[in-house]
């Protein structure tokens, strides 16, 4: 499970940081290293397009796991040159730039967007969204295949009627999530499932902002 | 006064209604050209809503249009751009100027459309909505609450008789007649052997609902085939196709016409199922002449 993450393009880093004369770069070595978006690879190369522009990059680090506490001390390590410095770049993603504002007392700016929490296949190089954590979870009736995620509807009834060759009506190459679900219930001599009506999703269920403790 | 709707679903005779779609616009002048015209040919006039994720006049307002021009309206509604709480007071608002048919589909995605950075809805499904709607009826709205006054509704749903895979489609469409869709409007169909195997099927289901066909007129062979490329569902045969090349540019029309008619006329006489819905999209004025070679 890795989050991933997109490079913005660079004319709108350019306009978060016009006023900077001089930055911190932020990398992770996890989920932006695998992404190739923060591993140390992207943030030399960051570094040179802001001297290029004509900024100072009073340092740069890849911390290990950005989201993680840990970076708190890693922040702290680097105190003197982030200090130096009018803002941080951060390239992690959403997790990781958060951790660092909460500890770094700079203006933060995320250098990537932040797309979704992705299931690897088995050699690592693709990522899909399988989860989206609705708060609700109905796979129990749909063989494993998660139709809020997997559905570009969010449909749980059943296909609309866009589906075309089995694949979705926004994108030729998207597989229809209820087709996959009907094949596989099939499969499973359970199709009786997807016979039954399901009630509109309770959104309530979905904490904005989740919060959880497991406090003793 | 026009027979309601739901008169003409409980009667054996054969139905027809016809697609009007509203414009991008508030001028609104053709379109109620199209309603003067048709309102007092069809059993319905039923009002796209937001039709292929492109915003326009609303639907809830051309029914009202209708209504006060003396044509029976059939309100379409999608689950693409309102939560249930819209949905719900949109449905009490309809009833209060006299609305009483909606037809409930899921939407078109909007990614589809003309606002494809919008956010889409989807809080409800098709199936929900029906049963939401029967709820209203019995006097809850959907959070459980108390609703006051009369409210009352024929409710109709889509299916897509040519869905590839069909079986799925099957499924929710059992599901849409168990909630209590009262008719059923399928996608446009061409090939009337695939739709007679269908019918067989849908006539073997426990809960029963009258099924009008989709026509759509062709107007070109370019429409045809992209129609088949692009539209889910949708298959023109060749034939169809050929037939619509052959013609002289200035004919064409009248061979899309022509095969409206040829549709019409075998669904009916063969009693393939209980009426037809035509859509013309944006050809409204020449419906009177497909009613006409129809023999309607």
């Given at each position: 499970m890795k989050t991933i993450t997109k490079e913005k393009e660079f004319a709108e880093i350019e306009k978060r940081i016009k006023d900077a004369r001089n930055i911190y770069i932020i990398g992770c070595g996890t989920c932006a290293t695998l992404c190739k978006t923060g591993g140390k690879g992207e943030v030399l190369k960051m570094k040179e397009k802001l001297q290029n522009l004509g900024k100072k990059v009073t340092g740069w680090m890849v911390v290990p796991t950005a989201c993680d506490i840990l970076t708190k001390e890693a922040v702290e390590a680097e105190a003197e040159t982030i200090k130096a410095a009018d803002l941080i770049l951060v390239m992690t993603c959403g997790f990781g730039v958060q951790r660092v504002a909460d500890h770094a007392g700079k203006l933060v700016v995320p250098a990537l967007d932040t797309l979704f929490i992705g299931k690897e296949d088995e050699v690592q190089t693709e990522f899909s969204q399988v989860c989206a954590q609705c708060g609700e979870c109905v796979l129990g009736l749909t063989a494993g295949i998660c139709p809020i995620t997997s559905c570009h509807k969010g449909l749980i009834n059943g296909p609309c009627g866009g589906t075309n060759r089995g694949k979705c009506e926004v994108d030729k190459e998207k597989d229809c999530a209820w087709t996959l679900i009907y094949n596989r219930l099939k499969e499973l001599n359970r199709l009786d499932l997807m016979e039954e009506c399901q009630s509109p999703k309770n959104y309530q269920k979905v904490l904005k902002p989740g919060k959880a403790s497991f406090k003793q | 006064m026009k027979t309601p709707f739901k008169e003409i679903l409980a009667s054996d005779r054969f139905i027809v209604t016809a697609e009007i779609g509203p414009p991008k616009s508030t001028d609104l002048h053709e379109m109620t050209e199209h309603i003067d015209l048709l309102k007092d040919r069809v059993d319905g006039l039923n009002v796209t809503d937001n039709q292929s994720s492109v915003m326009r006049y609303p639907s809830l307002g051309t029914c009202i249009i209708i209504k006060e021009r003396g044509g029976e309206p059939i309100l379409q509604m999608t689950c693409r751009d309102r939560n249930r709480m819209a949905l719900e007071s949109d449905l009490l608002f309809a009833y209060s100027r006299g609305i009483r048919n909606v037809l409930v589909l899921t939407g078109d995605a909007v990614a589809v459309g003309d606002h494809k950075e919008a956010k889409a809805v989807f809080d409800l499904d098709s199936v929900q909505f029906i049963k939401m709607i029967r709820s209203m009826e019995a006097g809850r709205d959907l959070g459980g609450n108390e609703l006051k006054g009369e409210f009352s509704f024929c409710v109709g749903a889509i299916v897509t008789p040519e869905a590839d895979p069909i079986e799925p489609q099957l499924l929710k469409f059992k599901k849409k007649l168990a909630a209590g869709a009262e008719f059923i409007q399928t996608q446009a169909i061409y090939d009337l052997d695939k739709f007679k195997r269908f019918m067989d099927i849908a006539r073997g289901f426990k809960y029963q609902a009258k099924i009008l066909a989709g026509i759509v007129l062709l107007t070109s062979a370019g429409m045809a085939k992209y129609m088949n490329e692009n539209v889910p569902g949708v298959m023109v045969p060749q034939g169809f196709i050929d037939e619509l090349k052959s013609a002289q540019k200035d004919d064409r029309l009248k061979k899309g016409i022509e095969i409206a008619s040829r549709l019409i006329r075998t669904i009916r006489e063969g009693k393939l199922c209980d009426g037809v819905h035509i859509m013309a999209?944006?050809?409204?004025?020449?419906v009177p002449k497909i009613l006409e070679e129809s023999g309607l």
């Open positions: - | 999209i944006g050809k409204e004025d020449v």
